[in-house]
């Protein structure tokens, strides 16, 4: 499958990630506004984030952000590159790069690139009357994510298995799995548990090992347990745009490799999940 673009991706080292992911227990990863009229219009815009510093004690019972975490400075600069094309024509299922650089604005120096091939989206519609269509989970090509520091592939990926309502990820590296990412179920794991919070439904999405137990770092409390957990980031942010804002509390012992590996599971927990075409979004 084609990558897109086309330019040569920059190779960094654990030494070279360590000033931005080395001594962070969490990270603050906040998607803008940008391009709100070209989504009006149909188009669906470059992605872009900016990423700051993140800590438990920043979090409320429920998972809401207390007041000073979205102002801490951004050390980190993310954006999409995907041609207009795909993003018009093959929105979920589109090729992309996105280019991590230094500090809270473009131009900075950089840091890391993620690539995502083109594949296919989640679910594909069949038209099964005249005005009826049935959506069907598609198990093939699915999204992922990859990169490469020190000479190990870093890879996260969408997985599809028989509980195709609850959206799950593998987080790999050279070809091995580390962590499975997934929010907790009812009904027999066919679907995902939603917890409810003063602003709205919140679904967070737990570390799990290759024994299928869950990683707490020895935290009863859901809230402080590793995780991505998609947090309120703003009135004008969740009503007048679909940015989104993560916040991610990487497991204990996560080195600055995996960490980086982390955060491009994150941009494709927002790509798949939250970007409109995911099945239990919230």
Same mark, same amino acid.
């Given at each position: ?20 992911? %080395? ?15 070209? +989504?009006?219009? %149909? ?27 979205? $102002?801490?400075?951004? +050390? ?7 041609s207009f094309c795909m993003r018009c024509c093959w929105r979920d299922g589109r090729a ?14 950089p840091i890391i690139d993620y690539v995502k091939p083109c594949g296919c989206p989640l ?20 999204? +992922? ?27 790999? +590296? #050279?070809? #091995? ?35 299928? #137990? ?27 745009? $679909?940015?989104? $804002? ?25 790509? $798949? ?7 239990d979004a919230a």
């Open positions: 499958m084609a990558y897109a673009p086309g330019q040569q991706m920059m190779q960094p080292t654990k030494s070279t990630l360590a000033p931005y992911l %080395g001594n962070k227990k969490a990270i603050l990863v906040k998607q803008t506004p940008r391009g709100c009229c070209q +989504e009006c219009m %149909g188009c669906e815009a470059k992605s872009e984030y900016k990423i700051s510093a993140m800590d438990f004690s920043y979090m409320e019972t429920g998972g809401i952000l207390k007041e000073g975490a979205m $102002t801490q400075p951004d +050390e980190m600069y993310a954006l999409e590159q995907s992309m790069s996105i280019s991590v650089s230094q500090g809270g604005e473009s131009g900075g120096a679910n594909f519609c069949i038209p099964i009357g005249e005005d009826a269509t049935l959506e069907v989970p598609c198990c093939c090509c699915l999204p +992922e994510l990859t990169t490469e520091v020190d000479g190990v592939e870093l890879k996260s990926k969408y997985i599809c298995d028989a509980y195709c309502c609850v959206s799950k990820f593998a987080y790999l +590296e #050279n070809g #091995n799995e580390i962590y499975r990412l997934k929010p907790d179920t009812c009904c027999g794991g066919c679907c995902p548990t939603c917890r409810f919070s003063k602003k709205k439904p919140m679904i967070p999405y737990f570390f799990y090992d290759t024994d299928g #137990n869950r990683i707490t770092d020895g935290m009863d409390d859901d809230n402080m347990q590793p995780q991505i957990r998609k947090v309120w980031g703003g009135l004008y942010k969740e009503c007048c745009s $679909t940015a989104d $804002t993560f916040a991610v509390f990487f497991p204990e012992g996560a080195d600055e490799k995996r960490k980086a590996g982390l955060l491009g599971l994150t941009f494709l927990l927002d790509f $798949t999940v939250f970007e409109r075409q995911g099945q």
